[in-house]
């Protein structure tokens, strides 16, 4: 099986910054697109962030110019660097990842979740 364990989460005051990783472990054959979701409360989960194996990225809207997202694909580990922090940020935030066990054979899965508090 395949593991993901996030870390980096915590509370900030507006316009601080935060660094999240996400190291994958297990039996991993390779790891194909890696991102960031988040969900606050009363809201659906959303994407915040994806990059591809080879380093493509896309980000929500809300989060461009002040999130970025870069991955280690010798480590496994995907980060999101978030800049100027803003109060509607606050969420848990998730990792995903779409592994492939074998040569063909993906799943998708999934991070515990990382608080993320902005003060105002």
């Known amino acids: 099986q395949v593991q993901l364990v996030e870390s980096g989460g915590g509370l900030v005051q507006a316009g601080g910054s935060l660094r999240l990783s996400c190291a994958a472990s297990?039996?991993?054959?390779?790891?194909?697109?890696m991102g960031w979701y988040r969900q606050a409360p009363g809201k659906q989960r959303e994407l915040v962030a994806a990059?591809?194996?080879?380093?493509?990225?896309n980000y929500a809207d809300s989060v461009k110019g002040r999130f970025t997202i870069s991955r280690d694909n010798a480590k496994n580990t995907v980060y999101l660097q978030m800049n100027s922090l803003k109060p509607e940020d606050t969420a848990v935030y998730y990792c995903n990842a779409d592994v492939e066990l074998l040569p063909g054979v993906a799943y998708d899965y999934w991070g515990q979740g990382t608080q993320v508090t902005v003060s105002s």
């Open positions: 990059i591809t194996s080879g380093g493509s990225t």
């Open positions: 297990g039996s991993i054959f390779i790891i194909n697109a």
